[in-house]
């Protein structure tokens, strides 16, 4: 399988658990176990941590050249773009009454998603498909 679609399978994962959470799982809950209702309050900002970065990941060598800094360090720039909208997100709720609850437990969660993004971008990197000389070589048919 093409590394590029575990990037895709990650996103997808991370935003159909983000929906679920979000409109079913945490509006139903009615425990009163603490601990639950804090990581369903924190689970909407962590998600998009890990999920955002992945779909950049894959759509910046779709839009920038190859020679651009951008694409040589898509990583980087992946993880810097989803943080800086996602935590500008988060502090946009502190101006719009209503629409949100501005919470720095939210934003501590988006940066441990994007920690998360990096441990399993180098994941998918050391255990995706490798070809080299010697494994074509030495593959039996």
Excluded: A, C
């Excluded at 159909?16 to 639950?36: A, H, K, M």
């Excluded at 020679?67 to 989803?82: P, V």
């Amino acid at each position: 399988m093409n590394r590029k679609y575990l990037y895709y399978i990650v996103f997808g994962v991370t935003f159909l658990t983000f929906g679920l959470v979000q409109d079913y799982i945490r509006p139903n809950y009615e425990g009163g176990n603490d601990l639950i209702i804090y990581f369903l309050g924190v689970i909407p900002n962590f998600l998009p941590g890990i999920g955002l970065p992945s779909m950049f990941y894959v759509t910046i060598p779709e839009i920038f050249k190859p020679n651009t800094s951008i694409y040589r360090n898509r990583l980087k720039w992946s993880i810097i773009i989803s943080m800086i909208g996602l935590i500008g997100n988060e502090f946009i709720t502190i101006y719009t009454p209503g629409r949100g609850v501005f919470d720095w437990n939210d934003i501590v969660w988006t940066i441990i998603g994007g920690i998360v993004f990096y441990f399993l971008h180098i994941t998918i990197q050391n255990n995706g498909p490798k070809k080299n000389l010697k494994s074509l070589l030495t593959k039996k048919s």
